[in-house]
């Protein structure tokens, strides 16, 4: 899966970017060499700037081949708080979205009289 990390109104360090592929690849993992995986791409952003307060974005938007993009945005004090929240809810809703597709799929087949080995 091709991943892209952004950073807007800052500088993107290195061990910022190694944490967010690190953070992605746990909260992907399982499903992260899947094949309907097509693109990553994670925006960070400093809403405020320099004023401060709970400012920090973190815009994940997971490209997945045949269904809807999966988008998760998460804003915190912290930036790394903001990427730790939003990385484990895009998790989250991989997983659901997989477990939806499996029940439909077997929904179907029970429906048309086929069987699918999973």
């Known amino acids: 899966m091709q991943v892209d990390i952004q950073a807007r109104s800052f500088t993107l360090t290195k061990a910022l970017k190694s944490y967010v592929e690190k953070k992605l690849q746990l909260a992907l993992s399982g499903y992260g060499r899947h094949r309907h995986f097509k693109r990553a791409v994670i925006r960070l952003s400093d809403v405020n700037g320099p004023r401060g307060g709970e400012d920090k974005l973190c815009h994940i938007q997971v490209m997945l081949a045949g269904v809807p993009d999966i988008v998760i945005k998460d804003t915190e004090h912290d930036m790394y708080a903001a990427i730790d929240r939003a990385t484990q809810r895009a998790g989250n809703a991989i997983v659901r979205r997989f477990d939806r597709q499996r ?15 999973a």
Request: aromatic share 0%.
């Open 103 to 117: 029940r439909r799929a077997r929904n179907h087949s029970q429906h048309t009289g086929q069987h699918i080995v």
